[in-house]
């Protein structure tokens, strides 16, 4: 099954592939789906990625090839059923492996990570992201750097609401005040644990802590 979107998608993609050998960027997915972000993008590529009908390859920009395409899919409506066949593979190969996720800017005190808007977009290599939705934020401040997550850095994150004790997580604490920590389950209650000496750990009731996010890597510019 595949909905509207994920269709017109993937004949984008698929057509592209076959002109130039190149996949498109996530700004020209956008502009042809006339979708309002990049985000509504990484959703449906998660979506067909996960229903093994395009696939992402390590060490090129752009990593995006397609596996099999559906058949015999109606224009109406918004899912249809599609019979699958193997797409032809001598297809050129992609000539690139950097996707592009939203950048919020840096954590910000008083607002939550998904109210957060911004037409700033991130390429990062698709070898550092797996599926699902992702977002990048700026680090700001040092309470973990040892870490070696530092000021400056970008720190990609998986979108999730839930985390295991030991993940770093993007936590909205009292739906006032985003931090980067690590997270552990104490009873009923939360504790989020700086990596810095300097700083001790935060114990919050269980209703007070909700997850946004948890880290999947990290970016480092050097100057």
Known sequence: MLTAKQHELLLFINRRLE????????EEMKDALDLKSK???????????????????????????VVKMPEN???????????????????????????????????????PIEALESDR????????LGPGDHYALEVSGDSMIEAGIFDGDFALVKKADTARDGDIVVALVND????????????????????????????????????????????RRYH
């Open 19 to 26: 002109e130039s050998g190149i996949s498109p960027s996530f």
């Open 39 to 65: 985000s509504g993008v990484h959703r449906l590529i998660s979506a067909l990625e996960e229903r093994g009908f395009i696939r992402r390859l390590a060490n090129r920009a752009r990593a995006l090839e």
């Open 73 to 111: 899919v109606g224009s109406k409506g918004a899912e249809a059923v599609a019979k699958v066949t193997t797409a032809p593979t001598s297809q050129p190969a992609p000539a690139n492996d950097v996707i592009e996720i939203p950048l919020h800017g840096k954590i910000a005190a008083g607002v």
């Open 121 to 128: 977009s991130l390429p990062v290599p698709a070898a550092l």
């Open 176 to 219: 006032e005040e985003a931090t980067l920590k690590y997270l552990y389950h104490d009873g009923g209650r939360i504790r989020l644990d700086p990596a810095n000496g300097a700083y001790d750990p935060q114990v919050y009731e269980g209703s007070q802590v909700k997850v946004q996010g948890k880290l999947a890597g990290l970016l």
